[in-house]
């Protein structure tokens, strides 16, 4: 990301969750900070009214997968259906298509198998599978995509890549998924390395959550006297 403006890009890993990811919202808002969320598909479907208030906020929604499955242990078919199923759930839950048309990106044969569109299907899809987004009834899904403990195999970022979605990784970790890490270590480890263009992960899940709040508010409120801003990453 750019390093020459004063800007920090949060990212929230997991949700959505009723226990924290509406906190999180509120939090945001009062220091007009935007940010992106990867969600994983699962939480998605139990929870979509909160998906919905994500990009209600303003933010953007990446694909974490469904099932947050380790990249290094999953076979690469097995792994590509997994974001493409997630990526129908969310475009099912905000009302848009990532093509020109009303129809599902990929067939739901192919999110089953893992599997590209074929060639007569990229045609009624417009001939592509990384066509131009549509503003829906809440949103629109992004084509960002952050692989689940940082794994991704080789031949699975490719096939992602060649269906258009764009890896993002991250500099700083915010670690207030670990039980064992204090609250205020969290918030340090942020703040002590953070700089211009870094992007930043926390994790909006239950178990991060007693971490997280402290961590985030901490880091809203240095970055923010520091003349900071926190935007989305764009897509």
Known sequence: MPEDQMVIYLTFDDGPTPEITNWTLDLLKSYNA?????CIGNNVEQH?????????EGHVTGNHTYNHP???????EAYVAEVLKTEQVMSAKCGV?????????????HVRAGQQPTRVERARSGGSTTLPYRKGTFGRVSNLFRPPYGQIKPSQGKRLQALGYKIIMWDILAFDWKTAVSKEACAKNVISNAGPGSIVVFHDSAKAAPRMKYALTETLAHFSQQGYQFKSIEF
Do not use: C, M, S
């Open 34 to 38: 935007k940010a992106t969320f990867f």
């Open 48 to 56: 979509p009214e909160i998906f919905q208030d994500i990009l209600k």
């Open 70 to 76: 380790y990249g290094w242990r999953t076979g690469t």
């Open 97 to 109: 298509w990532r093509a020109h048309t009303n129809n599902p990106p990929v067939p739901e044969r």
